[in-house]
């Protein structure tokens, strides 16, 4: 759909200006174009703040499971002390936010993590990057010797 915008001389009433929000939405931008974009600090700030704590998470498993007795089994193994959130990306692979760096360390270095039998990673995140483009290449696990 294209914006008309009035020419120059032209009455402003046969062609009305679009609505800057409505622009902004019809707006789409290649990776590559973000790398000049420029937010004002508090923007910047805010956009990091809620960011903060995340990890992907995958399930190393090639059989579909439920997401829910994955959630409510890694809320008794992870025991977070505070609160904690999980979206779904794709099957196999989540978002996870905690609420503070105890919980962040937590989950990222103790471990290792089992559900039904197949190892559970983490990588930290962003929140910026395609969750799907974090590579997930370890995963932790106790060697008796």
């Known amino acids: ?5 009035p020419r120059e001389g032209g009455s402003s009433s046969q062609h009305p200006t679009p609505d800057l929000q409505e622009l902004l939405k019809n ?3 290649k990776d590559e174009e973000l790398d000049d974009v420029i937010l004002p600090r508090e923007e910047f700030v805010s956009l990091r703040e809620s960011a903060r704590w995340m990890s992907v998470v995958k399930v190393h498993m090639t059989k579909h499971f439920g997401n829910q007795p ?3 089994k890694m809320d008794v193994a992870w025991g977070f002390a505070r609160n904690w959130s999980i979206q779904p990306v794709e099957e196999n692979l989540f978002i996870l936010q905690v609420s503070c760096l105890g919980d962040c360390n937590r989950a990222m270095l103790e471990g290792p993590w089992i559900f039904c039998q197949q190892g559970v ?3 930290p ?3 910026i990057a ?3 483009s974090v590579v997930l290449s370890r995963i ?3 060697v008796h010797v």
Not at 1 to 5: S, Y
């Open 70 to 72: 994955f959630f409510q």
């Open 121 to 123: 990673m983490l990588e």
């Open 1 to 5: 759909m294209a914006a008309k915008f």
């Open 125 to 127: 995140y962003d929140g």
């Open 27 to 29: 707006l789409v931008l």
């Open 130 to 132: 395609d969750p799907k």
């Open 140 to 142: 932790h696990a106790w």
